[in-house]
């Protein structure tokens, strides 16, 4: 079908999925006969060329991403309650000492039983419980590296692709999936015995917590100024849940040298998460190449419900561009509906609208920041979908002329990410981000299923790009171009990752006696590795698996 908002042209080009526009009838007929005709009824695009050509050229993918992605709908609210469930009931465990902790306070007084509270500092994630590890590795050496030069000298010293700086975008990445009171708590407290030496005397450094932002998908700016949009006779609203979280920190309160950003990534029992991960949409951009929609929907630059929103957002920011049909509102150039606004006056807009994109609010916080922290520089840096956010991140800033900003990077770490976009973005990036060295690192662990997400093969557009950081099994690191077996799912490979995943299994039981205490594995991540036996690529993905291999790791 073509675009509800009425524009067309060259310079705008989309395909949108929709699983829920045709019924299962149309499913069966465009698997089993090929049937272009009903393929096409999922499909939504600026071109009614491309709905055709696309459901005949990549069938297979579309069908796997219309299946998937009902499926997980279905499963959308029995996941969000198993969720809640596992959640209070590890903290439960844990806050309690343990199982028998919990029968003893039980039995010796139900008053005795501590009762876990969302949103406290103690209250942790699944992801956190599968590695309760808190502490940096090497830290003393990182700081030391980034606070070995005089005061207005900025960063010296420090390799991008060392193992201390890794895994401090590794923690980060980890502690993203925690609440803004847990992530506030490990920065200021178990960070903060950072040491380095300087100027012959030692000194105690701070990692100082700058804020933590919960965001919400899609939404809507004209002119800066976040506001509901009237296309033609629809009232067009964007998904109205908080989606995205992202964190900030410094390496000291004052005169820093580094700024940390970490975005959460995909969330086990969030639905919404995964079927992002599963979203064959994209959106295309002139001269940089085709990105993932649901990945910019999560950093906050368009809704597929306007689609004209993405080409507001990711269009030079020189230029204007007003939306058609759009109501009249109050004009942005007046009060704090500016950009550069950290936050959005209320007047006049309802109060469920009156929230934040995430790329916008970085953005403008970074801004921020260096008028405070002249010579800082800054990482971004993130696991699974978070790290799809990171990269996207840069690539928004490039579309934007944000040449100061730009200057100010010192690199990308991402963590099995998924694919963001096509063979020519990559080319694009690579030479925005390659000189004068490389800035964009990309870790993978073994038979991780994300990092093959979506699909690669010789009619698929999805592409990775930048520097590849391999890791087998045993931890080997590789560099190169693509991680081995890039699909996952091909036959050949299939006993393969199960023997490694049977392997895996008996290497956590054994762990903690071979590399020390610190890696010991705890019951809930062995049972996770027994679920995964069946499908071991969702097991790979877990974070366990990247910090052992940023610490452990040998070239």
């Not at 609210?77 to 343990?98: A, H, I, R």
């Not at 999805?462 to 036959?491: A, R």
Request: aromatic share 12%; charged share 20%; net charge negative.
């Amino acid at each position: 079908m073509a675009s509800s908002t009425g524009i067309q042209g060259d310079d705008f080009r989309y395909l949108i999925v929709r699983p829920d526009k045709g019924g299962i009838w149309d499913v069966l007929k465009y698997s089993l006969r090929g049937d272009i005709e009903c393929g096409s009824k999922f499909l939504e695009s600026s071109d009614q060329g491309v709905v055709g050509g696309e459901a005949a050229d990549h069938r297979w993918i579309i069908l796997v991403s219309i299946v998937a992605r009902r499926i997980i709908h279905f499963l959308g609210k029995p996941m969000e309650l198993t969720g809640y469930g596992v959640d209070f009931f590890l903290n439960l465990l844990s806050q309690n000492g343990s199982l028998f902790g919990l029968f003893y306070n039980l039995l010796r007084d139900a008053g005795d039983i501590v009762i876990p509270k969302r949103g406290t500092e103690t209250f942790i994630s699944t992801i956190g419980h599968l590695d309760e590890r808190m502490d940096l590795y090497q830290a003393k050496n990182l700081v030391g590296d980034l606070h070995n030069s005089t005061p207005g000298e900025g960063i010296k010293n420090v390799e991008l692709d060392d193992r201390a700086t890794m895994d401090l975008c590794m923690m980060a990445s980890k502690l993203a999936y925690e609440n803004a009171e847990v992530v506030r708590n490990v920065a200021v407290h178990h960070w903060k015995q950072l040491m380095t030496l300087k100027s012959a005397c030692l000194q105690r450094m701070q990692m100082h917590f700058v804020d933590f932002y919960d965001c919400w998908d899609g939404p809507f700016l004209f002119n800066g100024a976040l506001i509901p949009f009237v296309i033609g006779n629809h009232f067009i609203d964007y998904q109205k849940k908080k989606s995205t979280q992202v964190f900030l920190l410094c390496d000291k309160p004052k005169d820093a040298t580094l700024i940390l950003i970490s975005f959460r990534g995909t969330e086990p029992f969030d639905a919404d998460d995964w079927s992002t991960d599963f979203d064959y949409s994209w959106y295309e951009i002139p001269n940089l190449g085709k990105l993932h929609m649901g990945f910019l929907e999560a950093l906050g630059v368009g809704n597929r419900e306007d689609t004209a929103s993405f080409h507001y957002h990711l269009q030079k920011r020189s230029t204007k561009h007003c939306y058609p049909e759009a109501a009249e509102v109050e004009s942005s150039n007046e009060g704090p509906h500016s950009e550069r606004s950290a936050g959005i006056d209320k007047k006049g807009i309802p109060p469920e609208m009156v929230e934040m994109s995430a790329y916008y609010v970085v953005r403008e916080k970074l801004k921020t920041l260096f008028e405070e922290h002249k010579n800082a520089k800054y990482i971004v840096t993130g696991h699974s979908l978070g790290g799809a956010l990171a990269i996207l991140f840069p690539i928004v800033l490039v579309l934007h002329d944000e040449t100061n900003l730009l200057q100010k990077l010192l690199g990308v770490y991402t963590f099995g990410q998924p694919r963001v976009g096509n063979k020519q973005l990559g080319s694009f990036m690579e030479a925005h981000l390659n000189h004068p060295v490389p800035k964009y690192f990309r870790v993978v662990y073994c038979n991780d299923l994300v990092p093959r997400l979506p699909y690669d093969d010789k009619t698929f557009l999805y592409k990775h790009f930048g520097v590849c950081l391999y890791y087998n099994s045993c931890f080997i690191e590789q560099k190169m171009d693509e991680e081995p077996n890039k699909n996952y799912f091909g036959i050949t490979h299939m006993i393969p990752e199960h023997l490694i995943a049977i392997w895996e299994l008996i290497r956590s039981l054994t762990m903690g006696y071979t590399h020390g205490p610190e890696y010991k594995e705890g019951w809930f991540s062995i049972f996770l590795r027994v679920l995964g036996l069946s499908m071991p690529g969702i097991a790979a993905h877990c974070s366990v698996n990247y910090v052992n291999s940023v610490r452990l790791g040998k070239s």
